[in-house]
T-cell receptor, first 111, second 116 residues
Framework: TQLLEQSPQFLSIQEGENLTVYCNSS?????LQWYRQEPGEGPVLLVT?????EVKKLKRLTFQFGDARKDSSLHITAAQPGDTGLYLC???????????FGSGTQLTVLP | GAVVSQHPSRVICKSGTSVKIECRSL??????MFWYRQFPKKSLMLMAT?????????EQGVEKDKFLINHASLTLSTLTVTSAHPEDSSFYIC????????????FGPGTRLTVL
């Protein structure tokens, strides 16, 4: 059973379109991270959210942590081919150092 | 941001040989490092938690005698795949725990292992 469910699993869109990726769980997380990974490379940290209801913006990317700290979303505005990659959410529970990773969303932005 | 390196970036070996992968935190000290395995277009699967100065903690289903982990210093953890077989071929990624408050992990660039 995947503790963190990501949807959609695959997403292929045209340049300029908007998209939202969801990360859902029945568990509460003390913090949640979003990573982006390109083929043959390690994941790169995009953002960390720690407070319920928190919204963070990173240029065209908007991240939101759910009020109950059980879910999160990533919204990309006007997607560009450079946004193509595997997006991973990962949550930490309590004081544990291990991260629980979501199943991943493979995004392809077509020019 | 914190930088984590891995070496080698890719390795090809014959079945039955052992392969060592190094993970280094370059600009910070990491008492805890993690080793993951990743299959194509899939998420990361945690293999083990590497603690400096103590034994690693392995996830269920991961053979500790197969995947030897050593974390001898605050900046270096090694993963040795012993008696490698073709089914061990995978992308291995390490991460270092870099922020105690925000529980952030910083990842290495990964090692592509191919066992012939």
């Amino acid at each position: 059973t995947q503790l963190l469910e990501q949807s959609p699993q695959f997403l292929s869109i045209q340049e300029g379109e908007n998209l939202t990726v969801y990360c859902n769980s029945s568990s509460v997380f003390s913090s949640l991270q979003w990573y982006r990974q390109e083929p043959g490379e390690g994941p790169v940290l995009l953002v960390t959210v720690v407070t319920g209801g928190e919204v963070k913006k990173l240029k065209r990317l908007t991240f939101q942590f759910g009020d109950a700290r059980k879910d999160s979303s990533l919204h990309i505005t006007a997607a560009q081919p450079g946004d193509t990659g595997l997006y991973l959410c990962a949550g930490a529970r309590g004081s544990a150092r291990q991260l629980t990773f979501g199943s991943g969303t493979q995004l392809t932005v077509l020019p | 941001g914190a930088v984590v390196s891995q070496h080698p970036s890719r390795v090809i070996c014959k079945s039955g040989t052992s392969v060592k992968i190094e993970c280094r935190s370059l600009d910070f000290q990491a008492t805890t490092m993690f080793w993951y395995r990743q299959f194509p277009k899939k998420s990361l699967m945690l293999m083990a938690t590497s603690n400096e100065g103590s034994k690693a903690t392995y996830e269920q289903g991961v053979e500790k005698d197969k995947f030897l982990i050593n974390h001898a210093s605050l900046t270096l953890s090694t993963l040795t795949v012993t008696s490698a077989h073709p089914e061990d071929s995978s992308f291995y990624i390490c991460s270092a725990h870099g922020n105690l408050v925000r529980n952030e992990q910083f990842f290495g660039p990964g090692t592509r292992l191919t066992v012939l």
